[in-house]
């Protein structure tokens, strides 16, 4: 009987470590996790919050509306009295897995749990993605689900789930890096196709500095493989690889040169143009950032996410404070696991202790490292380096953003020490032994003990606050508690007291509890942005023009005060001049009369509406003597310079009833008017669409025609058929010169940029297309002939 009963416990064993060896089962884990963690985001217990709701959703929700109702917008009426709306990096109209969503629309709307499960499924996406690279760096399979695990749920991509393009953007430079690395090791050209139009999904995914920081990376990658060739003299190695590279920059820019022309266009003509060192430096990387390695909500977590029932972001108060505000979490939490940490110096004493040197640690810690120092931003000088000296780092903000090259870099080079100890334990117990151990074991209880007895207080002056002084316990009390697990597990390993499936098993176990404990309840927030943008029908229908001809705008916030959401526009298709976006144009709003008073600016905005706030109570009242969308003119004058412009503008002089500004002369002969004149123009709207208007005119004489909409360089307009120049009227709307008589007029979206980059994208496509067709039928025959 002891014998068959120790023949079925060798085959338990045998068959669990059949399971621990197989990828299938890991990603199987990596889906799980994925699950659980995000569990009620997924069935919409919970809501996402912060920008998700109010810049994300809405933008999703028009975009997909739009799409199924056969309209590809170019142009958004409903934000800021009309904005570029495709040309927006962040909607990410073509990246597929935001235009699959008009697929899902029912009734002419977007249920937002469609929204927030695709960003749960980008998780997981990164997870495998990150899993495979690892994998191709022939790490084995604990080390790889330890390094998907850390890539995909450490603090940067978990604070950040609410930033959809973001995410949309990063997932896909792993897969690339795969991908990159597949071809090396094979020498098959399909490989390098694919990973061109996996760098096109990640600048398409709509966040330009992650996808360029995503290009440098993977051009230094590409780089130090060059070299590695270099040295050993294959030429012909290094030839591939260099064309290889060209080969995915020209797939990846050709195809997206739909979105990035039209981004460029938008961008010439934005708020971002000249941003300066103070703009950019915003959302720097604190030194005291540091602590949140080990305990990453040592200052607190968010301020708007009522659900999570956690301390407020702390650190922002003048008294000791250190950042820039309470959003400064999302961009300065360093965290990555704890298991990390405690693996990466034993991974770097190996790497350079043995003879063996095919896993690219070197690189890793010198790119993480230096991307950790440009994180710090204005608090050190490599951002300003490269600020001042490297074309596109002067357009950005947010130097904190570039944490996840840290993340990514230093979450490797932990899973090629976590490799190392189990294939090379012999050798690697040299450097994870007893005496780092008991080293990192001080390490903890001094880190612990520094907090209970007071002594960082200097560095902290609002940890005397009770309140504050608790939760930084708390979260020390954590921290102690995963490393004290972690150092267990290893102690056992290291005295060989745990098989290899026990180690194993417990691996996964702790660091899933870990990065569950951290991550769950950062974005479980309670707002359903279904009843958020939920508003009386009645009072939305008062809202929304009757007619083509009776177009009209509303004011809805005053300061602080609104009284819809800030996107509201989007989603209930009312005109406002209002919005939120990182990226608005440099003129979008004529100027007022003075500081105190708007109502020129509000009439030229043809905004029927405004907001009007008596003491607490706040409303919208009719905004009498407004402007109509449309208005002919006799009467003009012409400023070159926009400082003379602005002061005419704003003096008693101009009366925008009668006289319109422009900063060119017409062509036309424009005759001053006469009152018959006047009483015979006529204009009427008769169509009115996101990316065309149609009207009809008639005067007695040559005019000019002010169209109350934002000027913008890729509206073109044509009078009877006959294309005729915009001239920018009233320092941000659009105006035209009319013949006498009866006129046809019509405007259209239609960049000549924008249809530039269409055509490129369109043959890049294409080529592409056929040459991985061919290079497949190549592999295939190849493998026939074999």
């Not at 120092?373 to 130097?399: A, C, E, Q, T, Y």
Request: contains cysteine.
């Amino acid at each position: 009987m002891k014998k068959t009963s120790n023949l079925k416990t060798q085959s338990g064993i045998d068959k669990l470590n059949k399971y621990l060896n197989s990828d299938w089962v890991y990603i199987l884990l990596l889906l799980i996790f994925c699950i659980i963690i995000f569990r009620e985001l997924i069935t919409g217990q919970s809501w996402l919050h912060d920008d998700f709701p109010y810049v994300y959703y809405p933008g999703k929700f028009l975009m997909a509306v739009s799409l199924a109702n056969d309209i590809f917008p170019y142009w958004n009426p409903f934000a800021f009295s009309g904005t570029p709306f495709f040309a927006d990096p962040q909607i990410g109209i073509l990246y597929p897995l935001n235009y699959v969503m008009k697929y899902f629309v029912s009734n002419n709307s977007l249920n937002p749990l469609v929204v927030q499960n695709i960003i749960v499924l980008h998780f997981f996406l990164a997870s495998v993605f990150a899993y495979l690279f690892a994998k191709e760096l022939k790490l084995n399979k604990l080390a790889s689900f330890v390094f998907g695990m850390i890539y995909t749920y450490s603090a940067f991509m978990i604070i950040h789930m609410m930033h959809m393009n973001l995410l949309e953007s990063l997932i896909w430079l792993p897969f690339a890096l795969y991908l990159f690395l597949k071809f090396i090791n094979t020498n098959k050209f399909y490989f390098i196709i694919l990973a061109g139009l996996t760098m096109c999904l990640s600048i398409l995914g709509g966040y330009p500095q992650t996808f360029v920081f995503n290009f440098i990376f993977l051009g230094l990658f590409a780089l130090y493989y060059i070299y590695k060739s270099y040295k050993s003299k294959d030429n012909k190695k290094v030839i591939q690889l260099i064309i290889s590279v060209i080969i995915i920059v020209i797939i990846s820019g050709g195809i997206s040169s739909f979105q990035l022309f039209a981004t460029n266009e938008f961008s010439e003509n934005s708020e971002r143009q000249n941003i300066g060192y103070e703009f950019a430096k915003q959302g720097s990387v604190h030194p005291l950032d540091i602590f949140t390695l080990f305990v990453p909500k040592i200052f607190g977590t968010f301020n708007w996410n009522d659900k999570a029932d956690e301390l407020s972001y702390w650190s922002v108060s003048k008294s000791g404070g250190h950042q820039e505000g309470s959003w400064m979490f999302t961009i300065s939490t360093l965290y990555i696991s704890l298991l990390a940490l405690i693996f990466i110096i034993p991974a770097i004493r190996y790497y350079f202790n043995s003879k063996e040197k095919n896993f690219p640690l070197l690189f890793f810690g010198i790119v993480g490292l230096i991307a950790l120092f440009f994180s710090f931003g204005g608090n050190f000088f490599v951002h300003k380096i490269f600020f001042d000296f490297i074309p596109l780092f002067d357009r950005f903000r947010n130097p904190g953003h570039i944490t996840f090259i840290f993340t990514m870099t230093f979450g490797l080079i932990a899973a090629y020490g976590i490799d190392r100890l189990t294939e090379d334990k012999k050798q690697f117990s040299q450097f994870l032994n007893k005496k780092y151990l008991i080293f990192f074991s001080g390490f903890v209880l001094l880190f612990t003990l520094a907090f209970y007895t007071g002594i960082f207080k200097s560095l902290f002056p609002l940890s005397s606050n009770t309140q504050i002084n608790d939760w930084i316990k708390s979260q020390v009390n954590i921290f102690f508690l995963f490393s004290a697990l972690y150092l267990l597990i290893l102690y056992f390993n290291s005295n060989g007291k745990l098989k290899i499936n026990l180690f194993y098993s417990g691996i996964i176990t702790i660091l899933c509890l870990e990065l569950y404990v951290f991550g769950f309840n950062q974005n479980n927030g309670s707002s359903n942005p279904n009843q958020m943008y939920s508003q009386d029908k009645n009072v939305l229908s008062k809202l929304k023009p009757d007619s083509p001809g009776n177009q009209f705008r509303v004011n809805m916030r005053e300061g602080s005060n609104m009284l819809f959401q800030r996107q509201q526009g989007l989603v209930d298709e009312i005109q406002l001049i209002e919005g939120v976006n990182v990226l608005t144009l440099n003129k979008k709003i004529p100027p007022p009369k003075s500081d105190t008073d708007n109502k020129q600016s509000l009439d030229l905005l043809n905004v029927k509406y405004k907001m009007n706030v008596q003491g607490k109570q706040s409303g919208l009242t009719e905004n009498s003597g407004f402007l109509p969308r449309a208005k002919i003119y006799n009467d003009f004058k012409v400023f070159n310079a926009e400082n003379d412009l602005l002061s005419f503008m704003k003096s008693s002089d101009f009366d925008y009833y009668k006289t319109i500004v422009l900063e060119k002369e017409p062509k036309l002969n424009i005759e001053k008017p006469d009152s018959n004149d006047i009483a015979n123009n006529k204009v009427e709207i008769k169509q009115y669409e996101m990316n065309k208007i149609e009207l009809e005119s008639e005067t007695n004489k040559n005019s000019i025609l002010l169209l109350s909409e934002i000027f913008y360089p890729a509206w073109k307009a044509f009078v009877n058929g006959n294309e005729t120049e915009i001239l920018r009227a009233n320092y941000c709307l659009r105006a035209i010169e009319l013949p006498a008589g009866k006129n046809k007029i019509e405007f259209i979206y239609k960049s000549e940029s924008t249809e530039k980059g269409k055509i490129i994208s369109l043959i890049t496509l294409g080529l592409t297309s056929l040459l991985l067709i061919g290079s497949l039928i190549y592999e295939f025959k190849s493998r026939k002939k074999l």
